[in-house]
């Protein structure tokens, strides 16, 4: 079966880094994407990763190795708005858009 | 350009009755995912449609099936419906299989007494 872990819920303060894990081992593998999600609002695209290595996009970071079934999100010079649900989400191969998500991660901000 | 859009946002249904829901997905979208979003058990995969066909399906009974039509609108209907298909049900648009950028749209909040 297809197993994907995050941490449940970590709490960080305003300004500073936080890095969100996600460990996976899936029977095929075709990219690694992590979505954020508001209370009551849908989830919304954060990042793509298929090759190892890190994806950087304004204060928002995303590595993957494949050979260790590993990602993580990182988050810089947090923002209170930044307090939401992270979710790792793993793409199989022949899979479609079929998308296997973890539970999320809650993320708190802290002034 | 408009975004996804559900409908109903928000319903109640009693025990045993069925239900229909809708999607609309991005203008020029081919390929409509539906998931079920649970406290308990995350956001999981119903299934997805793509160019009228179901290309993949989750792990759930029956009762829950979905259709698209030729201008990519999906349906999914869940009938019998049990206590514990109260969830937020999230249907996701892409333009096709090689784009690896998936939208949602707000969800329908689904509550069953």
């Known amino acids: 079966g297809q197993n994907i872990d995050q941490p449940t819920e970590m709490t960080a303060t305003e300004g500073a880094i936080v890095q969100i894990n996600c460990t996976y081992q899936t029977s095929g593998f075709n990219g690694l994407f992590w979505y954020q999600q508001h209370a009551g609002e849908a989830p919304t695209f954060l990042s793509y990763?298929?090759?190892?290595g890190l994806e950087e996009k304004g204060r928002f970071s995303s590595f993957l190795s494949r050979s260790k079934g590993y990602s993580y999100l990182l988050l810089k010079e947090l923002q209170m708005k930044d307090s939401a649900s992270y979710l790792c989400a793993v793409k199989l191969t022949g899979g479609g858009n079929k998308l296997t998500f973890g539970t999320g991660t809650q993320l708190k901000v802290e002034l | 350009k408009a975004g996804v859009t559900q409908t109903p946002r928000y319903l109640i249904k009693t025990r045993g009755q069925q239900v229909t829901l809708s999607c609309s997905p991005i203008s020029g979208h081919r390929s409509v995912s539906w998931y079920q979003q649970t406290p308990g058990q995350g956001l999981q995969f119903l299934f997805e449609?793509?160019?009228?066909?179901?290309?993949n399906k989750g792990n759930f009974p029956g009762r829950f099936s979905g259709r698209q039509f030729s201008n990519s609108r999906s349906e999914m209907n869940v009938s019998t419906l049990e206590l514990g298909d109260s969830a937020l049900y999230l249907c996701?648009?892409?333009?096709?299989?090689?784009?690896?950028?998936?939208?949602f749209g707000p969800g329908t909040r689904l509550t069953v007494t």
């Open positions: 990763n298929v090759l190892d």
């Open positions: 996701a648009s892409s333009s096709g299989e090689a784009a690896y950028e998936q939208y």
């Open positions: 449609y793509f160019s009228e066909t179901q290309r």
